[in-house]
Each structure stands twice: as structure tokens, then as C-alpha cells.
């Protein structure tokens, strides 16, 4: 057994519902979690709740309830999230658990008898929904610098961390220890704000306005803060002062994993409260970035808050847990919406993984009875290249998934699954099996494609573990392929010859979207009122005046020239004569034609199409295409008709 590794999580707040930012970062933890112990490692990946605090307390004495019956209420909603989403955390920490507060009270006490803790009295702001003080020069425009909220003066006694005297300390240890706040915009932000005097961190609150709270173990008019009681978790659970034993097999952590929101409690106070406690900081924190939806803040008052349960319940666990991590680069602001979710379920699952699963265990049916083949013929080129695209995965997705790029991970496994899918294309197993005489090299492309779906399944696994499951059992393999070590099974031939498989449900179905769409938008649009499953609707409302139609104005445009927009899967670039003028319409048509294929076309292109811009490319009109949801047509004239003229 390797290194074990440690994993955390944030400790949400029990007072709000968790929603799509929660599952975001637990469900981040939970791949890398997954695919450490697929390379052998013991691992630790904690997540829990944060049940203390003057937010609670007041939640629960609106409902006129004690804070913990409150609190035992509202942490079930964040356990059952996680069985949902198939998280897979070997410990859940509520900070209201009697194994925590006495670690709490021993670190406090422990500080306290160092002097690093001291009484003082304290005039300043507070901002109640942050639970924070603020000093009068960090105010912006008289409000809490951090939320924009009103804030209250408060004069008094407290105790305070002397965390100022570490502030030399921690701008040393961050400039010298590189991957210890990532990614590194955030580590510049970090050093950007210990450019300004630190001051000391008042860790107390009087329990005459806050009783819900660890009590200080050296003066019990006073509870803890909540985020100092917070923080502790990363150590309390892993047995700091109750088994130090097993406290320096976890410790340091190999990742906090947390949001932007809370980079400065995280990279300032806990890094200077762990250096007061003489205890070695983690290796890394992680700050990822922040989900909008359709583009705005999610809030409760805008009514647009994403409810994972909701996506779950309408599109499935893995697509989701897919969405989310292949959707935006890790550590970069994410925006989420039903169109981009539908998008990468028809493109990246139903089309290429789904399709590639399909037409091999069909195939395997068909052709062989539904027994996996024997590869019979020697390899040709194209079996060599497959082959050895499957091999040199496993460098790509270690260095990926060490340096958590999730996107570039997947990309690199969905080239593979593309290069498969190419594979077959090439081969057609369809023809070789209407000649006898080539059933050796039926037996083999069809071999190869069992074996890299294999390999596949387990390179997926830490994302879409029912998926990968599922895909095993097609494939007849017998084994559980959470044991399977992905660094031993991931070499290419292991795959039985003889296992029978068995053909079972489609992996992902295609959602349906109204062709109407077009192919101007990056994705289609669906129709939301339909609740995504889309029939023709009969009756006068689908129908439309002829003088609306005419709103249209359609005209045939010859391609004269097309370029792949570079970053970009779907999208070319076309620069279109229109006879008396010509345009430059970007296309999402890459998956079906190759630029060179469109030079020279007359193809149907809407003129009077507000400009837009995709992928910062403006695009001046749209060509029209026929689409069943698999193959795409571009429309074209049926007789030579020259560019401008207008079709009706
Ligand atoms: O801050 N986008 O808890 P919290 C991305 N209890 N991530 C988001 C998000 C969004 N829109 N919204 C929330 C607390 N998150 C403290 C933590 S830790 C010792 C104490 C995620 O319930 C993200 O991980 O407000 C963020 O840091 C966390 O939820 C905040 O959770």
C-alpha cells in the first residue's frame, strides 16, 4: 500500500440547503479521492457540517427551536445529498460532535498557556451575516467590506490569537512553498492582501450574544468563534490530541479543497494557527471558483438557486458529476445552466462514449453471438496507433489528475474515446462481416474496442462510477472494478477473450432538442415547458402567419473559405459570398465536416440574423442544416444557382 491520502472538503453551514456550489467541491474531493485509491493509496477524505455559530443559533430561535435539534434536522439534507451523488467520504465531521470539541478546547488551551491567545478589550464592526469584525478603515462606504452588508458597532472584551505575529512568517512560507496556495492567482491575491498589516484575530464571543459555541475552556462566559471552531476539523478528526499516532499518518493534508469565498480564512488563519500550535501546514490549498447560473449570482432571492437533488432527479448522477468537473477548468468561475448540461450529455456521452459502448456490444452480438473475440490478425498500423493511445493515457491523466485538472483529464480520455470511435468508423466491422474471408479482422476490431472500453471504463470510474460499473457488466467482466487498481489494469490485453457479454441498457439516452434551434447557438435550446422531452405539439399554437415566416430572410451563400476556430470542438469559421456581399458565420458543424470538405459549397444561410458573438468570434448569419440528433446536413441547392439568391 502507498502514501495515505488526506482530502478535504469545506464544512458547510447547516442553516441553507445545499445546492450546486456545495456538490461542486465535494464532488471535486470525491473523483480524486476515488482515483487515489484505484492507484493504491489509503485515503482519508473528510467532509461535514458547521453547526456553531451566531447563523444557526438565530435560524433555530426563528423556528423557536433549541440549536441542536435544529442543527440534527438540517445536517440530513447534506448526508443525503452525498449518498445521492454517491460521494464516497470515509468520515463526516459535525462540529457539534463531543470527538471535536475536545480538540478544540485542548488546541485553545494549549494557545492560551503559550500566550498566544490574550483578553483585550475591542471596539469595532461586526457584520452579522459574516460573523466578522472589521475595523474601521476596512470598511467600505460604512459597510462590511466582504458582503456589502450594514454592519454594527460592538465594543467589548474578547480574546484574541496574536496571528500579526506570524504575518512575516506566512509571506515567506507562501513565496517559498509554490503549490501551497493554488491555483496562483489566488496565491497572488493571498500575498496581495499580507502586503497590509495583519492584525490579531479575536476568537471569542461574549456568550452573553452568542451561546451556540464551543465554550473556552479557560473562561466560560465566552464560546468560540465559529471559525476558529471550524478550521480545527482538519485536525480534530484525524486525531490530533486524542491519537497522535494516527494524526501523523494523515497529517499534512494533501489538499484542502475549498471555494474562492473562503481563501483568507483558510491560507491566513488557518495557516498562522497551525504554525502557533507548532503543527506542519498542508501541502496544498485549493481554491476553486464560483458557479453562476445562466450567468447570475445564485441567490435565494433571485430565486435560482440549483438544487442538486432536482438535477439528479431529471438528468442522473454521473452526467452531473461529468458536468461539472469537464465543464470549466478547475479553479476558473463556472456558469451553469440546463442547455450546457444537455449539451455535454448529447455530445461527450450519448454520441461518443454512449455510441462507442452500443455499437460494439452490438456488434459483439450480432457477429459473435455476444462472445468477446479473439484478436486473430496481426496488427496494422491503425491497431498499433489505438493501442498505443490507450498506453500513453495513464502519464496524461496521473499528471492531470495530480495537478487537479479535471477538464484536461477527461479531454484526454475522451481523444481516446474519440480516436475509437474513429477506429471503427474506419475499419467497418459492418463490411468485414459480409466477407468470410475477413472474419480474422472482424474478430480483432471488435476485440480492440471490448478492450478499450475496458480500459475506459476504469480511466472514468472516479467520475461516473455507476457508469463504469455498468460498463463492466456489458462487458461480462466479473470482478469489481472499485478494487481494480487503475495503474495495473490499465495495460492494454487483459480483456478475456470468451467472456460473454451482456447487452443491457443505453448508457446515456439522447435528450431531445428542438432542431429549430439552428446552429448559430453554442448549444440548442431546449424546450423548458416541455420538461426537455419534446413531441410535436398539436393544435394552432405551433403554427406560425406566413408574414412571420417572411421575417426570414434566407439566402444562398457559396463558402469561400473555412477554418477551425482553435480552442473550440463545434465551431468553424466560414467566410460566406452572399453575391453582393460577403459574411463571416461561425458554425458549430466541426463534429460532422472537416473544413477543407466545405470550401466550394452553396449552402442556406439566414441574412437578416442579428450578429453574435461566439467564442468572441462575431458571426454574421447562420447556415442552416438538418439534424435527426446524429448526422447533420448542411442544406444545399439541388441545382447550380448563384450565391445572393434568395430562397423562399
Ligand atoms: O463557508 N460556487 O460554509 P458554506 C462554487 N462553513 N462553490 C460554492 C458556491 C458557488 N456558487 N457556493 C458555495 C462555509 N460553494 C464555512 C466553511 S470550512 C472550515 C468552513 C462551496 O456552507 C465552496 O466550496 O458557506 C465554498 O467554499 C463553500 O461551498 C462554502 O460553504
Redesign the pocket.
Known amino acids: 500500500m502507498k502514501k495515505g491520502k488526506y482530502l478535504t ?5 447547516v442553516n ?1 440547503i445545499p ?4 456538490a ?2 465535494t464532488v471535486a474531493a470525491d473523483v480524486i479521492a476515488r482515483y487515489y485509491r484505484m492507484c493504491g493509496h489509503n485515503v482519508l477524505f473528510l467532509t461535514g457540517t ?1 453547526e456553531h455559530g451566531q447563523k444557526v443559533q438565530e435560524a433555530a430561535s426563528r423556528q423557536g427551536r433549541p440549536p441542536k435539534d435544529y442543527v440534527d434536522e438540517m445536517v440530513v439534507r447534506f448526508m443525503d445529498l452525498w449518498k445521492a451523488l454517491n460521494i464516497s467520504n470515509d468520515d463526516f465531521i459535525r462540529t457539534t460532535e463531543e470527538r471535536h470539541i475536545t480538540v478544540v478546547q485542548g488546541a485553545l488551551d494549549l494557545l492560551y498557556k503559550k500566550g498566544e491567545i490574550y483578553l483585550d478589550s475591542y471596539q469595532g464592526w461586526y457584520c452579522l451575516p459574516d460573523e466578522r469584525f472589521w475595523m474601521e478603515r476596512d470598511l467600505r462606504d460604512g459597510k462590511c467590506p466582504d458582503c456589502g452588508r450594514a454592519v454594527d458597532q460592538i465594543t467589548e472584551s474578547n480574546y484574541f490569537f496574536r496571528m500579526s505575529k506570524y504575518q512575516e512568517w506566512l509571506i515567506e512560507y507562501i513565496k517559498s512553498h509554490p503549490d501551497y496556495i493554488q491555483p496562483s492567482v489566488r496565491r497572488n491575491e493571498v500575498l496581495g492582501f499580507l502586503q497590509n498589516p495583519l492584525g490579531d484575530l479575536c476568537i471569542s464571543r461574549p456568550k452573553s450574544r452568542l451561546s451556540w459555541g464551543i465554550p473556552l475552556p479557560f473562561d466560560d462566559k465566552y464560546v468560540t468563534y465559529v ?1 476558529f471552531d ?2 480545527v ?2 485536525i480534530s478528526i484525524p486525531g490530533y490530541l486524542t491519537d497522535m499516532g494516527r494524526f501523523n499518518k494523515w497529517w499534512p493534508a494533501d489538499f484542502h ?6 481563501l483568507t ?2 491560507s491566513v488563519y ?1 495557516s498562522t494557527m497551525l504554525r502557533a500550535l507548532d503543527i506542519e501546514p498542508p501541502k496544498t490549498i485549493f ?6 447560473v445562466e450567468g447570475e449570482k ?1 441567490s435565494k432571492s433571485r430565486g435560482n438557486v440549483v438544487n442538486p437533488f432536482d438535477i439528479i432527479q431529471e438528468f442522473g448522477v454521473d452526467p452531473f458529476r461529468y458536468f461539472l468537473l469537464r465543464e470549466v477548468t478547475f479553479g476558473l468561475d ?1 456558469d451553469f445552466s440546463k442547455d450546457a448540461m444537455i449539451h455535454r450529455i448529447n455530445g461527450d456521452l450519448a454520441n461518443d462514449i454512449g455510441n462507442l459502448m452500443s455499437r460494439t456490444i452490438s456488434m459483439i452480438e450480432r457477429y459473435f453471438s455476444g462472445i468477446v473475440p479473439k484478436p486473430s490478425d496481426a496488427a496494422t498500423s491503425a491497431d498499433v496507433t489505438l493501442e498505443g493511445s490507450v498506453e500513453t493515457l495513464f502519464g496524461k491523466v496521473e499528471t492531470f489528475m495530480e495537478e487537479l485538472e479535471y477538464n484536461k483529464a477527461l479531454g484526454a480520455i475522451w481523444e481516446v474515446i474519440g480516436s475509437a470511435n474513429r477506429y471503427i468508423d474506419e475499419s467497418a466491422p459492418w463490411a468485414l462481416a459480409k466477407d468470410d474471408s475477413k472474419k480474422d479482422r472482424l474478430s480483432t476490431v471488435l476485440y480492440n474496442s471490448a478492450e478499450l472500453l475496458r480500459i475506459v471504463s476504469l480511466y472514468i470510474y472516479p467520475y461516473m462510477p455507476e457508469t463504469a460499473r455498468e460498463m463492466w457488466g456489458q462487458l461480462g467482466i466479473g470482478e469489481n472494478i472499485a478494487s481494480t487498481r487503475l495503474d495495473e489494469g490499465c495495460h492494454w490485453g487483459e480483456l478475456k477473450p470468451g467472456l460473454r457479454i451482456k447487452k443491457g441498457q443505453v448508457l446515456f439516452p439522447r435528450i431531445e432538442v428542438k432542431s429549430s434551434a439552428g446552429l448559430q447557438g453554442r448549444h440548442q435550446k431546449p424546450d423548458v415547458a416541455a420538461g426537455f422531452s419534446l413531441r410535436p405539439k398539436s393544435g394552432s399554437e405551433d403554427t406560425i402567419p406566413i408574414e412571420d415566416f417572411a421575417k426570414i430572410k434566407l439566402r444562398i451563400g457559396k463558402i469561400i473559405s473555412a477554418e477551425a476556430v482553435a480552442g473550440s470542438k463545434k465551431l468553424i469559421k466560414l467566410l460566406v459570398d452572399l453575391g453582393d456581399e460577403k459574411r463571416q458565420v461561425v458554425a458549430g458543424i466541426a463534429a460532422h465536416y472537416s473544413p477543407e470538405a466545405l470550401i466550394g459549397k452553396s449552402v442556406v444561410i439566414v441574412a437578416n440574423l442579428k450578429p453574435a458573438k461566439l467564442m468572441g468570434i462575431e458571426s454574421q448569419g447562420m447556415v442552416l442544416a438538418a439534424s435527426n440528433g446524429e448526422t447533420l446536413s448542411l442544406i444545399t441547392p439541388e441545382k447550380d444557382i448563384p450565391p445572393g439568391s434568395t430562397v423562399k
Open positions: 472538503t469545506p464544512i458547510y453551514y441553507d445546492h450546486i456550489g456545495h461542486y467541491t458547521d471559525w471550524a478550521l476539523n482538519y479543497l475549498i471555494g474562492k469565498d473562503i480564512t483558510h488557518w481554491a476553486h471558483g464560483w458557479w453562476t445564485m463556472g
